[in-house]
């Protein structure tokens, strides 16, 4: 596996570029010191997920999918895949989830870089977690897969303190997730409080906006 961080952080200084935006511009919108954002340009350092999230609002691009492309040779047999999960979350095809989960974990048992291997890992501890809640309602053990998978990238999460931290798109779905575990489980108040937060917390342009949207609407509804 190769990766080219001068070829995405070009990318990325040209999207700036085209936004009319300098670097201090972007460091007065976001917060992250301009070293840094010369540093990401400039192909000298690994960018963290939590940075790319910061600039994917100010940018109207989702840079950590962006950033993948760089990071993975076969990204659109990964890509197709996400896709497929995603189709079948939101139709509740739960039932023929195995299948993208075997898949899954023959990427993982192929993937040696750290950073792509967490992501893998999150989406295959998410899509068990999906089976365990929807297919054979086995509700503990699908928020403990969840909070297994969200911990990875962010080690100082708990249902007490998340209001606190800042989500990825990949963070936020299984935050969502979790909140829905806690709807099976009778918990209505958790349930709303955390669709309300992750409503609050991401941009329009955010791929979770209308998936929000949609599920706080039925939970107002219900």
């Keep these: 596996m190769y990766m080219s961080l001068f070829s995405f952080g070009k990318e990325l200084r040209d999207m700036r570029i085209k936004l009319g935006l300098t670097q201090n511009d972007v460091s007065t919108l976001t917060g992250i010191n ?3 954002l010369r540093r990401i340009e400039g192909g000298k350092v690994m960018p963290k997920f939590e940075t790319l999230s910061y600039l994917s609002a100010i940018y109207k691009h989702d ?3 962006l950033f993948l492309k760089y990071r993975f ?3 659109d047999s990964l890509y197709e895949l996400k896709n497929k999960l995603e189709s079948k979350f ?3 095809e739960f039932y023929t989830l195995n299948t993208e989960l075997k898949e899954l974990n023959s990427l993982i048992r192929n993937i040696h870089n750290s ?3 967490d992501y893998l890992t999150q989406l295959t501890l998410l899509t068990d977690a999906v089976i365990l809640y929807k297919d054979e309602d086995k509700y ?3 928020i403990e897969r969840l909070i297994k998978a969200i911990i990875i990238t962010l080690p100082t999460f708990d249902l007490d303190n998340y209001k606190s931290l800042v989500y990825s798109p990949m963070e936020m779905r299984i935050l969502m997730n979790i ?3 806690l709807n ?3 918990n209505d108040s958790m349930y709303l409080e955390i669709l309300e937060f992750c409503i609050k917390s991401v941009d329009e342009v955010n791929e979770m906006y209308p998936k929000l949207c949609y599920n706080l609407a039925g939970a107002y509804t219900r």
Excluded: G, S
Aim: charged share 40%; hydrophobic share 35%; aromatic share 16%.
């Design 140 to 142: 503990k053990e699908a």
């Design 34 to 36: 301009t070293d840094t």
């Design 63 to 65: 840079l950590n999918t």
């Design 115 to 117: 950073y792509f291997k």
């Design 179 to 181: 909140a829905f575990v």
């Design 184 to 186: 099976k489980m009778n």
């Design 90 to 92: 939101d139709r509740d």
């Design 73 to 75: 040779n076969d990204f």
